[in-house]
T-cell receptor, first 115, second 111 residues
Framework: GAGVSQSPSNKVTEKGKDVELRCDPI?????LYWYRQRLGQGLEFLIY????????KSGLPSDRFSAERTGESVSTLTIQRTQQEDSAVYLC?????????????FGEGSRLTVL | GENVEQHPSTLSVQEGDSAVIKCTYS??????FPWYKQELGKRPQLIID?????GEKKDQRIAVTLNKTAKHFSLHITETQPEDSAVYFC??????????FGSGTRLQVQP
């Protein structure tokens, strides 16, 4: 596609419910990243995929968070039993690193509000 | 893990003045240092980056300098314009192929 696409753009849910966020990276990009951005804060690393494997899951804040990726395509981030502190914008980015880290292309983000 | 500190958290300048934002990092193995700009409600976008084999890079009104010995790098914006108003994030490649971002600097350019 033309850019990184994320859905839903906005999600309001009740505490305790599960949510699924989707990311469609730029075609051909092998690397995919999930970051979390709380209001007025920086970008907090969650997880990184190279292809469909996840070499680095160190940023996932708890076992309520999980992510998967199908081949070098779509990724889903799942948050189970949501809590109010999960409220944030979840940003996905993809890149096509050649011989080193390359530019990250971000999606518009999925804004999650947990009531 | 990598620790990236960014200063200042907010910066207000008059149009036409220069702005400087500084970041320090802890992992001496880091070798890639990009800067991202995030306008209000928008996605972060890369504006300039530098690799560890150079000390300075310029692109029109923006420049980045790197001091590997001191483990810090800076973003310089000259002749600031109102459209430069945004949040700027530095980032560091930790070698895990996932960037660690600084906490951001909110730049306000007063017309």
């Amino acid at each position: 596609g033309a850019g990184v696409s994320q859905s839903p753009s906005n999600k309001v849910t009740e505490k305790g419910k599960d949510v699924e966020l989707r990311c469609d990276p730029i075609s051909g990009h092998t690397a995919l990243y999930w970051y979390r951005q709380r209001l007025g804060q920086g970008l907090e690393f969650l997880i990184y995929f190279q292809g469909n494997s996840a070499p680095d899951k160190s940023g996932l804040p708890s076992d309520r968070f999980s992510a998967e990726r199908t081949g070098e395509s779509v990724s889903t981030l799942t948050i189970q039993r949501t809590q109010q502190e999960d409220s944030a914008v979840y940003l996905c980015a993809s890149s096509s690193p050649t011989g080193g880290t390359g530019e990250l292309f971000f999606g518009e983000g999925s804004r999650l509000t947990v009531l | 893990g990598e620790n990236v500190e960014q200063h200042p958290s907010t910066l207000s300048v008059q149009e036409g003045d220069s702005a400087v934002i500084k970041c320090t990092y802890s992992d001496s193995a880091s070798n890639y240092f990009p800067w991202y700009k995030q306008e209000l409600g928008k996605r972060p976008q890369l504006i300039i980056d530098i690799r560890s084999n150079v000390g300075e890079k310029k692109d029109q009104r923006i420049a980045v300098t790197l001091n590997k010995t001191a483990k810090h790098f800076s973003l310089h914006i000259t002749e600031t314009q109102p459209e430069d108003s945004a949040v700027y994030f530095c980032a560091v490649d930790t070698g895990r192929r996932a960037l660690t971002f600084g906490s951001g600097t909110r730049l306000q350019v007063q017309p």
